[in-house]
């Protein structure tokens, strides 16, 4: 072979390795990299996080990644537009949306109960499960209701207002910033009761800071407690993505609650320092209560219920619009 045949030969071989390189790379450059801000990182999330593991979110041609902002910063950073949406309830976003000429909007359902449990030093339960029998119990206790606008905490004020006393004076409050200081609190003797959910539940019985929970919130019913919402602008400029990212969410809700060795695999990847036990006990009290939404939809009456806490509370004040904080189109065209 002459050298210039062979130099020929020698440059083709380099031009289809090159060419070669980049279509295997072709794929992953087509997915459209959004990211999904998150209050905490949580068990109960888990049908989000098996969009992304299990490849729903590929298939839809989206590279979602999920980033944990805590005190509110979920939120925050949807309005400033670092991120593209985020997980948390209606009732969040509305508080954003007050003046705001660019509204969160929420477009799927993923945890549709109050995730929130109250759990008690000692071993003394209430005497009963009566309204009068559980305001007796609170009545002169500390509980350790994590950080004020937090739905943990609006929660348990609620349903102390519910139950005819006053917040911080009949019942008194501590509101850590650091949703995993509950334990902590009640461990060391300065709170009577914690509000939580799983994990930290199982942490505090293995410890024996406390027993089973003695009241939980998914006795609400259907309630949108953590939902996935994006921006109005997003909605209107870019549909198509929102429906992409709608179909994986409604994939991964049908998968997590149709296979559970499937939830313990995606548990395992997101959580991979948690004993397997702890995770055991997140989904068998996440089966037992019904914790995630089987559509993806949001339903008026119950968002009625969020807003309700939040108004009830102060935290919230003026009126409200059903179809401006929920957008059920995307989920209805799946029908």
């Not at 050298?3 to 459209?32: D, M, P």
């Not at 953590?226 to 992409?244: L, M």
Request: proline share 4%; aromatic share 8%; glycine share 10%.
């Amino acid at each position: 072979m002459s050298k210039v045949r062979l130099f020929g030969v020698i440059c083709l071989a380099i031009l289809l390795g090159i060419l070669a390189g980049c279509t295997g790379g072709g794929e992953e450059e087509k997915l459209k990299k959004i990211t999904i801000a998150e209050p905490v990182h949580l068990t109960g999330y888990l049908p989000l996080y098996a969009a992304i593991h299990e490849g729903y979110f590929e298939e839809e041609g989206l590279d979602v990644e999920v980033v944990t902002a805590t005190g509110g910063a979920h939120v925050t950073t949807v309005v400033s537009g670092d991120a593209w949406g985020n997980i948390a309830g209606p009732d969040s976003n509305a508080l954003a949306n007050i003046d705001s000429n660019d509204p969160i909007v929420s477009v799927v359902n993923v945890v549709n109960r109050a995730n929130v449990y109250l759990m008690a030093d000692g071993d003394t339960p209430p005497a009963g499960a009566s309204e009068e029998e559980l305001a007796a119990y609170l009545e002169g206790k500390t509980i350790a209701a994590g950080r004020y606008g937090g739905s943990p905490n609006l929660l348990t004020r609620y349903l102390i207002m519910e139950l005819g006393m006053e917040p911080g004076k009949d019942v008194l409050l501590e509101e850590p910033a650091d949703a995993s200081a509950v334990v902590s609190l009640v461990e060391n003797g300065q709170a009577d009761i914690a509000n939580g959910a799983e994990p930290q539940i199982y942490e505090g019985i293995e410890k024996g800071v406390w027993n089973e929970p003695f009241y939980g919130f998914p006795s609400l019913g259907d309630y949108p407690y953590s939902v996935i919402s994006v921006k109005q602008s997003t909605i209107d400029e870019d549909p198509e993505t929102v429906q992409k990212f709608v179909e994986a969410i409604t994939k991964a809700l049908k998968a997590v609650d149709e296979d559970e060795e499937l939830a313990m695999r995606v548990l395992k990847k997101e959580f991979p320092t948690t004993e397997e036990a702890s995770l055991q006990a997140s989904l068998d009290r996440a089966y037992a209560d019904e914790l995630w939404s089987k559509d993806g939809y949001i339903t008026e009456e119950a968002t009625d219920k969020t807003m309700d806490v939040v108004t009830k509370t102060g935290v919230y004040k003026g009126d409200y619009k059903y179809e401006e904080l929920v957008n059920m189109e995307f989920v209805e065209a799946l029908e």
